[in-house]
Nanobody
Framework: VQLQASGGGLVQAGGSLRLSCAAS????????MGWYRQAPGKQRELVAS???????NYADSVKGRFTISRDNAKKTMVLQMNSLKFEDTAVYYC??????????????WGQGTQVTVSS
């Protein structure tokens, strides 16, 4: 099983970026998918998550600016980031609870993608 993240980059404050994450492999089902981020010297934190039924959860710091979505059939997830701030600068990681067989979920991580917001 592999989670492939893409879409990071350098953007000016106020700009937008779109992060994508694709799951591949012998996957039976995917439960919650999410994006985490880790800034230098800080702990990794949850940015946003989405259940297979489409229920979303956002960190207070990104509410109203970021939108998470997923395509269950394609096993993909997108984080649309608007009105980016300098403090959004971090390495972003996608994460998913994936079952390879019925009822047995494990947490998988994608490689990080760097998001840098210039002030």
């Amino acid at each position: 099983v592999q989670l492939q993240a893409s879409g990071g980059g350098l953007v000016q404050a106020g700009g937008s970026l779109r992060l994508s994450c694709a799951a591949s492999g012998s996957i039976f089902s995917i439960n919650v998918m999410g994006w985490y981020r880790q800034a230098p010297g800080k702990q990794r934190e949850l940015v946003a998550s989405i259940t297979s039924g489409g229920i979303t959860n956002y960190a207070d710091s990104v509410k109203g600016r970021f939108t998470i979505s997923r395509d269950n059939a394609k096993k993909t997830m997108v984080l649309q980031m608007n009105s980016l701030k300098f403090e959004d600068t971090a390495v972003y990681y996608c994460n998913a609870d994936i079952a390879l067989m019925l009822g047995r979920y494990n947490k998988y991580w994608g490689q990080g993608t760097q998001v840098t917001v210039s002030s």
